[in-house]
């Protein structure tokens, strides 16, 4: 399916709540890399070693080096039109929630106000061994030794690895908004992450209308109401401004 049919256009345009879940897809004409596709950051390094406590803590140096890195990348980009037109649905839908997996905070600086970061965020940084908070994580590959808190604790992004629990007031959010939403979107996620990807299902489950945003067929796709193809800074705008034209419509 190339484009929105009418009848997912107009049961978005009559939603009060909307809840968008978005993945490393919706960040990607920004500029930064997705994790699974085939120029995805799982293509260059290797999850095992980077995106869990014990690889941390095996190498302090390589992990922390890593996300220094990837914090000046996000820093370096700026939101791209998908995380524009989110922002602008607000203008339109009574409650829009974003659920997000990207730890980039580019939809806040894009604009959404109701914004759940289920996977953390690359721009805290914090003490592993007493969990205090600090500004800042700025270390080479070639470092001799690892960034520490002043207790000497090794200090870690806040982004949550395999195996870390979610932040747990933010997973209740994402299921509450996930349970009661009547429109979902799902948006540049390959839906193979839990529990995230079980949230489609709560909505689905609970009478949502499920809609997908990808590249291509995911997991999900067979449990979406409607699943269109094609780069989500294209379809995300095209399809506000559907609703956008839908209510103007109602109102003249
Ligand atoms: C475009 C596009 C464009 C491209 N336009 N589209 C149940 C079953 C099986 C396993 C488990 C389960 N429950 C838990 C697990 C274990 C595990 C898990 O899910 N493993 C699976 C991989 C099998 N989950 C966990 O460990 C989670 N914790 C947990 O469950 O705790 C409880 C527990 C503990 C111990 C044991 C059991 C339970 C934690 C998951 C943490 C994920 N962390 C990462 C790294 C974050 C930090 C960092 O950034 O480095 O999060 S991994 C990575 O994957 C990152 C992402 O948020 C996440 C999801 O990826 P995403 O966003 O979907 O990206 P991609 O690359 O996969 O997909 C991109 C998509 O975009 C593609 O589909 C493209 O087509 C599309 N795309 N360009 C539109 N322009
Ligand atoms: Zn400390």
Redo the contacts with the bound molecule.
């Keep these: 399916m190339t484009g929105f049919s009418e009848q997912i256009v107009e049961r978005l345009a009559n939603a009060s709540s909307v809840t968008v879940l978005?993945?490393?897809?919706?960040s990607?004409?920004s500029g930064l890399p997705?994790?699974?596709?085939p120029d995805?950051?799982?293509s260059e390094f290797n999850?095992v070693e980077?995106?869990s406590y014990s690889a941390f803590v095996d190498n302090p140096v390589r992990v922390q080096s890593w996300?220094s890195a990837?914090l000046r990348s996000s820093n370096g980009v700026s939101p791209n039109p998908?995380h524009l037109a989110l922002a602008e649905l607000e203008d339109l839908i009574e409650s829009v929630t974003v659920v997000t997996?990207?730890?980039d905070g580019l939809h806040q600086r894009a604009g959404s106000t109701r914004v759940i970061e289920v996977?953390?965020s690359?721009h805290r940084i914090y003490c592993a061994a007493c969990g205090r908070d600090t500004q800042e994580l700025d270390v080479a590959p070639d470092a001799s030794e690892p960034a520490r808190c002043g207790c000497g604790g090794l200090l870690r992004?806040g982004?949550?690895?395999?195996?870390?629990?979610?932040p747990e007031q933010a997973l209740a959010a994402a299921v509450e908004a996930s349970s009661d939403c009547d429109v979902f979107v799902a948006?540049?996620?390959?839906?193979?992450?839990?529990?995230?990807?079980a949230l489609p299902l709560h909505a689905a489950k609970n009478g949502a209308t499920v809609i997908e945003?990808?590249?291509?067929p995911?997991p999900l796709s067979a449990a979406a109401d409607e699943a269109v193809f094609?780069?989500?800074?294209e379809?995300t705008p095209r399809l506000v401004a559907q609703v956008r034209a839908r209510a103007a419509s109602r109102v003249n």
Excluded at 22 to 26: I, K
Excluded at 34 to 37: G, P
Excluded at 213 to 216: A, K, R, S
Excluded at 230 to 233: D, L, S, T, V, W
Aim: a negative charge; aromatic letters at 10%.
């Design positions: 978005t993945g490393a897809g919706a990607a004409e997705t994790f699974r596709d995805g950051l799982w999850p980077l995106a996300y990837r998908c997996q990207n730890v996977h953390g690359l992004p982004v949550v690895w395999f195996g870390e629990m979610l948006i540049g996620t390959s839906a193979e992450v839990y529990p995230a990807a945003i990808n590249l291509g995911t094609g780069p989500a800074g379809l």
